[in-house]
């Protein structure tokens, strides 16, 4: 008689064949529960077109300004390994030959696809006809005005026309020497106190660019001022309280650069303070690695609130690009939050999407009061007139703090720049 086959239980059933089945239903039951989820399309990899890749004649030009055309090679590989039907090709250009300058000066045909823009630019560019609406490719996109660190998105909205994306942002902050002030002043009235504290650590308590209209603006906007419904004894008092830190020997009364770069400023301990932007990070780090762990930075100073001028760059698409679709997919590829961190990390540009601060940016000392300022975020308005009304206050506040002009003279001066502003504008 034959051998009976070798069984295991009463079910007669091979054990190695069970494994087998059973092995092959847990694959099963793992694919069909994580099928949704390659069927899903992600936020991140939503694109504004749906079509196959097409593989473009032509590489996509884009035009960059200063450092930034010289760093984005730390992002192209891989934007382009990501997209291969495009050939990106950087023009360097410089911060002193705006973008509307530039394009005026040549035929349409040669136009880049794409510029970074400055941004105080854009009401010029878009009166002159010279960039995109962006409305038709936010239609179809996953990048949203609420993504963004406050008012970053009006900066670049104009006309009721959204013109560009925000980049990166420009944001004001107290850098510190935390071993020359354990406690950084919190008002100003506590800055103002510096002068009667004054250690022989250091020789002035603060600097900063007093000739910069940008820095007064931040007092009166501190102070509960506006532009577009300016009031006069907030105007007033803001006035001398900017001359009063100059008399008072609380900034030094030569140049911000006082001969030497900022950062030396900082680092050597001239003065213990300084306010201004995120450009000197970097240079701090890189420079002065002596003081790394001496210095630290936090919010502005407060008067009945406080508050950042708002500035920095984004992307904006000329009117007589080549492909603009291909623009649009870059600007997305630079909105997200991962290559928005990694620029950060490479360049040291604040991101403009507020998902990129995380923890590890907010609670970096060197990094703390930006983080802390990104809600106390203001900007002049979008508006051709307002370079002129801002050279017009560089004016008036040189010849105030010289002496040339009185209190009341500046104030005057000041309010009658502004009455070209209109009332309805009241968040300026």
């Known amino acids: 008689m034959p051998e009976e086959p070798e069984t295991t239980g009463a079910s007669g059933r091979n054990p190695l064949l069970l494994l087998l089945l059973l092995y092959s239903a847990l694959v099963t039951a793992a694919l069909v529960a994580l099928l949704p989820y390659y069927l899903d399309v992600t936020r991140e990899n939503r694109s504004f077109s749906s079509s196959p890749p097409v593989t473009y004649p032509e590489p996509l030009i884009i035009w960059l300004y200063g450092t930034e055309s010289e760093m984005v ?95 990166y942002i420009d ?31 250091y020789r002035y308590p603060l600097t900063f660019a007093l000739d910069d209209p940008k ?78 762990d001496s210095w630290a930075t936090a919010p502005l100073p407060a008067d009945s609130t406080t508050v950042s001028f708002l500035g920095g760059a984004g992307w904006a698409i000329p009117k007589h690009a080549k492909n603009p679709e291909g ?12 290559r928005q961190k990694e620029w950060w990390r490479a360049v040291g540009n604040l991101p403009a999407v507020q998902a990129a601060w995380d923890s590890s940016i907010e609670t970096n000392p060197h990094l703390a009061g930006f983080a802390a300022m990104l809600s106390h975020l203001r900007h002049p308005p979008v508006d051709p007139r307002w370079n002129e009304t801002e050279r017009e206050w560089k004016n008036i506040l040189d010849d105030y703090t010289s002496g040339k002009i009185t209190l009341t003279r500046a104030r005057t001066e000041m309010l009658r720049s502004l009455k070209w502003l209109r009332s309805n504008n009241s968040n300026l």
């Open 171 to 201: 944001v004001r902050a107290l850098y510190y020497r935390s071993d020359l002030l354990p406690s950084p002043p919190k008002t100003w009235n506590e800055v103002l106190r510096l002068r009667r504290t004054r250690s022989r650590k």
């Open 327 to 338: 623009a649009w997919t870059f600007i997305e590829y630079m909105t997200h939050v991962e």
């Open 215 to 292: 820095n007064f603006l931040m007092l009166y906007w501190a102070a509960g001022g506006t532009l577009s419904r300016p009031d006069p004894l907030v105007l007033k008092k803001s006035l001398k309280r900017y001359k009063q830190l100059l008399l008072s020997r609380i900034v030094p009364s030569g140049p911000f650069e006082n001969t030497r770069d900022p950062e030396a400023v900082l680092a050597s301990g001239y003065c213990a303070a300084m306010i201004s932007g995120p450009w000197h990070l970097r240079a701090l780090e890189r420079e002065f690695p002596q003081v790394s």
């Open 73 to 167: 090679h730390t992002i192209l590989p891989f934007f382009q390994r990501a997209y291969r039907q495009y050939e990106v090709r950087v023009v360097p250009k410089t911060w002193s030959s705006p973008a509307a300058v530039d394009l005026v000066a040549l035929p349409p045909d040669l136009w880049p696809d794409l510029i970074q823009i400055g941004s105080t630019w854009l009401p010029e560019l878009a009166d002159k006809d010279l960039i995109l609406p962006l409305d038709p490719y936010l239609s179809h996109s996953f990048i949203e005005a609420s993504d963004f660190a406050k008012n970053s998105w009006s900066l670049y909205r104009y006309r009721n026309h959204q013109y560009a994306i925000p980049w």
